[in-house]
């Protein structure tokens, strides 16, 4: 838990919540575009770990984002599911950054991805048990007394399970988000992701995940494989849109739980930048369906 009493050795400026808004990926490429049409209602995500450097090209790029539009600070590096201890110095840059820009949404990943001294560049998934819980705490616990406010947690995209799981996934994630304090950030395309190679019902899955405890959505396009066995497999590839059986699930998902900030991820394969717009525009869409018909006019209008 967040410990109050604890001298703050970041500032306490939270942004102002955003609300029911759509977002997208910030990519450099995107920059001229996105200054010449002006201040947005949207808001933009970036990877923490590419802005870790102490100055350059992508703070002042991320600087000139920043002054007029929220920011989601998105990290993927920091292991939170390793049984490791967490990287002090990996840790200390990302409140670096969180104190820097005072993004509105600050989030991490429910995977490992060291081990000892090697560094793999994937998010990998870890097993449901009890140790494994009090490992993933006291992980949240650190970064949430380091950065001084509450993490948002997202849920993994898999490829193996684990025979040693006692529990669920959507267990083992409301049981972090009941002892941390922590939000969940849900990826509904992860969802579709794993249910797709795992077999299980998508919809059961978002019927048992705690929706009271999001305070982001993800949505993202995925790449279509097969396994050894010629069955199909999925990769949660971010290189394309989102697709059809995705947005189904958000428009659920946001029925259920009300309009939260979502996001659309494009990371490889990069579009021209009306490509990237229109995904979230579509998203917005779906959000503003959800919201009172007054506070829908007064996003318009503003």
């Given at each position: 838990m967040i410990t109050a009493n604890k001298p703050a050795t970041v500032p306490l400026?939270?942004?102002l919540p955003i609300g029911g808004i759509a977002g997208t990926s910030f990519k450099p490429e995107h920059l001229p575009a996105i200054l010449q049409a002006g201040p947005q209602a949207g808001f933009f995500e970036v990877h923490a770990e590419n802005y870790m450097g102490a100055g350059g090209p992508p703070h002042r790029a991320l600087e000139a984002i920043r002054r007029d539009h929220p920011l989601s600070l998105h990290g993927v590096c920091m292991s939170i599911g390793g049984p490791q201890p967490l990287d002090r110095a990996h840790l200390a840059r990302f409140r670096s950054l969180v104190a820097r820009y005072q993004p509105a949404l600050v989030s991490e990943h429910l995977a490992w991805s060291t081990h000892e001294i090697s560094f793999f560049n994937d998010l990998l998934p870890l097993p449901y048990t009890e140790a494994t819980l009090r490992n993933v705490c006291d992980h949240i616990d650190e970064v949430q007394e380091a950065i001084r406010r509450p993490l948002l947690l997202e849920n993994p995209s898999t490829y193996v399970t684990f025979r040693e799981s006692s529990m669920s996934e959507t267990d083992f994630i409301r049981a972090i988000a009941e002892r941390t304090g922590?939000?969940?950030?849900?990826?509904?395309n992860n969802v579709f992701v794993s249910a797709t190679n795992h077999g299980f019902s998508a919809l059961d899955y978002l019927g048992d995940f705690p929706l009271s405890c999001v305070g982001e959505i993800h949505l993202a396009g995925h790449a279509e494989q097969s396994d050894?066995?010629?069955?199909?497999?999925?990769?949660?590839?971010?290189?394309?849109p989102v697709a059809d059986a995705v947005w189904k699930l958000f428009e659920i998902v946001a029925a259920r739980r009300g309009p939260v900030p979502t996001l659309v991820e494009w990371d490889s394969k990069i579009p021209d930048w009306p490509i990237l717009q229109a995904e979230a525009a579509a998203a917005?869409?779906?959000?503003?369906?959800?919201k009172p018909a007054a506070q829908t006019e007064d996003r318009h209008a503003a």
């Open positions: 400026r939270f942004s922590c939000g969940l950030l849900l990826d509904i050894d066995e010629g069955n199909l497999l999925l990769i949660d590839s971010h290189d394309g917005q869409a779906i959000l503003d369906r959800c």
